[in-house]
């Protein structure tokens, strides 16, 4: 299936410090993708890449599940490693969980995380019947554009492919276990007024990584798709001065990228 026009995967070769953006569950680069040239305007080798099974249509995501999208993140990580002096990880909603289990399982490979409204738990009675619904039942409604911005849209899936959703909830009781291994500084940023993850999974993620290098930052005017909403412009900056922080080579990145 071709991809959707504004899914596609963005990538720009910058610098010696790398960024790898996930983007969300049924979502898209789409919802990142200001994000990533921003930071690749500032030097820094950016990639963006679109998940399995995402960016086309439901039915293809009906036939992936999360083995399928960490392979892919984790494969970027190395690619980006295999340039770049220093990589972070970023993510929004699964893609911040993505990010999360790339920083516990790749140790001194991955520099620090930034997590935007980061997932960890598939909430509800619903949650509980996934293992049989899910053999009766091949969707369920929609969770994309959960943004306050009048003018802003998020290209995602419209349903829910309850496989995909079964294995959602299948990797998150797996990263929960892993979150205590996760020792890199982060930088945590979370609306609270977010329709889709309750502040009790930013809540969970800060209470079980190991990381003393902490930093949380309230999104007060936007809802879950922060990155495409009021506060995308914060969100855009703290993350770069957080890189800035731990990589100081940052900054000098625009000569470094023209010579």
Same mark, same amino acid.
């Given at each position: 299936?071709?991809?959707? $026009?504004?899914?596609?995967?963005?990538? &720009?070769?910058?610098?010696?410090?790398?960024v790898?953006?996930?983007?969300?569950?049924?979502?898209?680069?789409q919802?990142?993708?200001?994000? #990533?040239?921003?930071?690749?305007?500032?030097?820094?080798? @950016?990639?963006?890449?679109?998940?399995?099974?995402?960016?086309?249509?439901?039915?293809?995501?009906?036939?992936?599940?999360?083995?399928?999208?960490?392979?892919?993140?984790?494969?970027?990580?190395?690619?980006?490693?295999?340039?770049c002096?220093?990589?972070? @990880?970023?993510?929004?909603?699964? =893609? =911040?969980?993505?990010?999360? *289990?790339?920083?516990?399982? *790749?140790?001194?490979?991955? !520099?620090?995380?930034?997590?935007?409204?980061?997932?960890?738990?598939?909430?509800?009675?619903? !949650?509980?019947?996934?293992?049989? !619904?899910? &053999?009766?039942?091949?969707?369920?409604? #929609?969770?994309?554009?959960?943004?306050?911005k009048?003018?802003a849209?998020?290209?995602?899936? &419209?349903? @829910?492919?309850? &496989?995909? %959703?079964?294995?959602?909830?299948?990797?998150?009781?797996?990263?929960?276990?892993?979150?205590?291994?996760v020792?890199?500084?982060?930088?945590?940023?979370r609306?609270?007024?977010d329709?889709?993850? $309750?502040?009790?999974?930013?809540?969970?993620?800060?209470?079980?990584?190991?990381?003393?290098?902490?930093?949380?930052?309230?999104?007060e005017?936007?809802?879950?798709? %922060?990155?495409l909403?009021h506060?995308?412009?914060?969100?855009f900056?703290?993350?770069?001065a957080?890189?800035?922080?731990?990589? $100081?080579?940052?900054?000098k990145?625009?000569? !470094?990228?023209?010579?």
């Open positions: 299936m071709p991809v959707l $026009p504004g899914a596609e995967p963005y990538r &720009h070769d910058g610098g010696e410090v790398g790898l953006l996930c983007h969300g569950f049924t979502g898209s680069p919802s990142l993708r200001p994000w #990533g040239e921003y930071l690749a305007e500032r030097g820094l080798t @950016v990639s963006l890449p679109l998940l399995p099974g995402h960016g086309t249509r439901w039915e293809d995501m009906q036939l992936t599940g999360w083995q399928d999208w960490y392979a892919e993140v984790d494969r970027e990580l190395r690619l980006l490693r295999e340039r002096a220093r990589v972070f @990880v970023a993510g929004l909603s699964m =893609g =911040g969980a993505l990010a999360l *289990r790339l920083a516990a399982r *790749r140790g001194d490979t991955v !520099a620090g995380a930034v997590v935007v409204n980061p997932a960890i738990k598939v909430h509800g009675l619903s !949650a509980y019947a996934l293992p049989v !619904a899910r &053999h009766v039942v091949r969707t369920t409604k #929609g969770i994309a554009s959960d943004i306050a009048e003018d849209a998020e290209l995602g899936y &419209h349903r @829910v492919p309850l &496989h995909a %959703a079964h294995s959602l909830r299948a990797f998150f009781r797996l990263l929960d276990g892993e979150l205590p291994q020792t890199q500084p982060l930088l945590l940023l609306s609270p007024q329709h889709v993850v $309750p502040p009790a999974d930013s809540a969970r993620i800060l209470g079980r990584v190991s990381t003393t290098d902490v930093t949380e930052v309230l999104l005017h936007s809802y879950h798709v %922060a990155t909403d506060d995308a412009d914060r969100i900056e703290e993350s770069y957080f890189i800035g922080r731990l990589a $100081p080579s940052v900054g990145e625009g000569t !470094a990228a023209g010579g």
